[in-house]
């Protein structure tokens, strides 16, 4: 699927074995989007010639010269990976951090919001806690908001819930999220909203 | 049962698409609709006096709404397609299918635009589209909840057909997919389907058949 890292678009994927890969997302042959292809075993292939990567990012087969080992040179850059309590992380250039816990929170639903990070704290009344932000969201249980920035005014939203939430507070959940996604944007739109001239 | 059709027409595509997942066979008759406009000649007029495709015909019957062809092509040979028959999952069939054709007037409007240079406000079409498809794509998040991987059951009706092809095709339109994880494993379950078909953009799951093995002296 694709996805976007602060160091550009990315394709992250899974192989059948269970093991997620931030491959980057462009194949090094046309510049096709990687997101675009597709997961075989443990390898993902493009979906424009069917060049397929394994984890570490070496080319593993060119369709169109079966008999080819395909050189060493052919690569895709790959980025650090980490999936913690339901939660994939990944890292830009080195790092030895360890991701944060959430405990006792499950991941519930991701959707992308055109309002900035400023903008989403003032519609919530948040309070940012060690991880994320705590918003005390009407109607509903306790909910952990993890913010991703995205390109222009947009942020993509991750909406955590207490792992006991039972399936219609977790129904009133993703309703709030819609709620404060309106509201962020209503207030976005009223102050400099140039995303609404482009989108 | 004859079909007018256009291979490009996402309308089309769902009739085409349910009649395969049925097993139904249908007499398919090409229509020029561009560049020729056959649709709006005096032929298919005469039949369709709205000008739109698909048409389908089956003896005396003429229909022209493609949300009718599916339940017509389910009643007759598939009548799981139209739902359990309860009340609360009956409803939802009815919103879903009342529902795209709002993905056809904000996501195929601004398709047609871009694809054939219609007029009509494009930012006000693609604006209307995301709108479409973050109502869906909250349906389905809580249709997962209640555990069901369908917009109105545990498994695909009617409604899933008449949304999924006009949803797909939104980045021929400028409307990006990215954003929506629960319409991009809804639209995965759809192309895993037995009988799936395919239409120029909407393509089938490559990963489901094994890799191709090609001879080295045979390229």
Not at chain 1, 53 to 82: D, F, K, S
């Amino acid at each position: 699927m694709p996805a976007r890292i602060p160091a550009g678009s990315i394709a992250l994927w899974r192989t059948q074995s269970g093991r997620v890969t931030a491959s980057a997302d462009r194949c090094p042959h046309r510049g096709m989007r990687l997101s675009h292809g597709f997961v075989r075993g443990e390898a993902l292939s493009c979906i424009y010639h069917g060049w397929s990567y394994g984890q570490t990012g070496e080319c593993l087969r060119i369709p169109a010269h079966p008999g080819l080992t395909p050189p060493e040179t052919i690569r895709v850059a790959a980025h650090a990976v980490e999936e913690a309590w339901g939660v994939i992380w990944v890292a830009v250039g080195e790092t030895t951090a360890e991701p944060p816990r959430f405990e006792g929170f499950v991941p519930l639903r991701s959707l992308t919001a055109h309002a900035d990070l400023a903008t989403l704290k003032a519609a919530t009344g948040a309070t940012a806690g060690t991880a994320g932000l705590d918003w005390p969201a009407p109607g509903a249980p306790e909910i952990r908001l993890l913010s991703v920035p995205q390109e222009g005014y947009e942020t993509l939203i991750h909406v955590l819930v207490p792992g006991d939430s039972s399936p219609a507070q977790r129904i009133a959940a993703s309703r709030a999220a819609e709620t404060l996604r309106r509201t962020a944007e209503d207030i976005q739109a009223k102050g400099l909203a140039p995303w609404s001239t482009t989108r | 049962m004859k079909l007018y059709d256009y291979i490009l027409s996402p309308s089309c595509y769902k009739v085409r698409l349910m009649a395969a997942l049925t097993g139904v066979k249908l007499d398919i008759r090409p229509v020029d609709f561009h560049p020729g406009a056959e649709h709006r000649g005096q032929e298919l007029l005469a039949l369709n006096p709205a000008g739109s495709i698909p048409i389908l015909e089956d003896g005396d019957l003429i229909l022209t709404e493609s949300s009718a062809m599916l339940v017509y092509l389910a009643a007759k040979v598939a009548p799981s397609w139209l739902g359990s028959g309860g009340a609360e999952e009956t409803a939802r069939v009815q919103q879903w299918l009342s529902f795209s054709s709002r993905l056809t007037a904000s996501l195929g409007g601004a398709r047609l635009h871009e694809m054939l240079l219609r007029p009509g406000d494009f930012g006000a079409l693609q604006s209307q589209g995301i709108a479409s498809l973050r109502e869906l794509e909250a349906g389905l998040v809580e249709q997962g909840l209640h555990g069901m991987g369908f917009l109105a059951s545990d498994r695909p009706t009617v409604a899933d057909i008449a949304c999924f092809p006009y949803v797909v095709l939104a980045p021929d339109g400028g409307v990006s997919l990215d954003p929506y994880p629960a319409i991009r494993l809804w639209s995965r379950a759809l192309r895993s389907l037995e009988n799936f078909i395919e239409m120029p953009g909407i393509h089938r799951l490559h990963e489901l058949k094994p890799e191709p093995h090609i001879e080295p002296g045979k390229v």
